[in-house]
């Protein structure tokens, strides 16, 4: 990790610091109704995570990875890597099934539908990170399109909440981990620099292990898992880019 980081922050930051925002959200929930039933905005476990969150995120910001580091396209396989995408795999899977058969609503019955699709290409993708120049864009394009339903649907659900603190970090964490899996697809057809896809893909995971208290905990497991070992496979596949070559004088 040094090689690629300055400052040697990642994963460990958002993984402490998640799970530091996870007890406090515990606290606020248990504590922080009021007799309405409604979160206390002044209560201290609120403003404590707000000033959490907003601090990871700038620290993420400021500590990129060193530009001089790329990625080729069709990174190869690690163990990690295939870990966290089959642990997600069959999380959606599960899930998605779970919703299809209990859902009658369309719009989550469709997004039910492309996860199953989804985990499928999570799957697919294991089978082809161990081959040698397998093209992925399928899969990638599927795990993407799966998110952005996931979260127009789930959002469909939070909006009717009273409160934005009910589900704020659900909404985060959800365009997270759609805007990552887009720099992740990106990294993986065409290569390149690695900022955009560590912010994001930190930011997920931060987001991910708040969520763990939710209706979708293991939605949000499965994610932060598979975010965790994607971002070592990555990371691992990181190299210096060449330095150019000189031109040759004509004389």
């Known amino acids: 990790m040094k090689r690629v980081f300055r400052f040697p922050i990642y994963p460990w930051l958002p993984l402490g ?22 979160l206390s905005v002044t209560h201290p476990a609120h403003i404590l995570v707000l000033v959490l969150t907003v601090a990871v995120v ?13 990625v080729r396209k069709n990174p190869p396989a690690s163990g990690a890597g295939l870990l966290g995408q089959f642990l997600a ?9 779970a919703e299809l058969f209990t859902s009658r609503d369309m719009t989550m019955t469709i997004t039910s ?19 040698r120049n397998k093209a992925r864009t399928f899969e990638m394009v599927a795990i ?21 603190q009910n589900y704020l ?17 990106r990294l993986e ?23 763990l208290n939710t209706r979708l905990w293991a939605f949000y497991l499965a994610m932060g898992l598979w975010t965790w070992f994607d971002f070592i496979t990555i990371i691992q596949s990181a190299r210096l880019r060449p330095a150019p ?7």
């Not at 959200?25 to 009021?34: E, S, V």
């Not at 700038?58 to 790329?70: A, E, N, R, T």
Request: proline share 5%; net charge positive; glycine share 8%.
């Open 17 to 38: 610091a998640g799970f530091l925002g996870l007890l406090l959200r515990i606290w606020l929930f248990a504590t922080g109704l009021d007799e309405k039933n409604l």
């Open 189 to 211: 057809l065409l290569g390149g620099k690695l900022r955009w896809y560590v912010f994001f893909n930190q930011g997920a995971l931060l987001l991910c292990v708040y969520c």
């Open 144 to 164: 993407t399109v799966y998110l952005m339903a996931h979260l127009i649907s789930q959002y469909r659900q939070w909006s009717a909440e009273p409160q934005l």
């Open 245 to 251: 070559k000189p031109r040759e004088e004509t004389p």
């Open 89 to 97: 795999g069959a999380g959606i899977l599960i899930a998605s099934f």
């Open 169 to 185: 970090f659900q909404v985060l964490g959800s365009v997270f981990l759609m805007v990552a899996c887009y720099h992740r697809a």
């Open 58 to 70: 700038v620290l993420l910001f400021c500590f990129p990875p060193s530009p001089g580091y790329v």
């Open 113 to 131: 539908i492309l996860g199953i699709l989804a985990a499928l290409s999570l799957l697919s993708l294991c089978w082809k990170q161990t081959q």
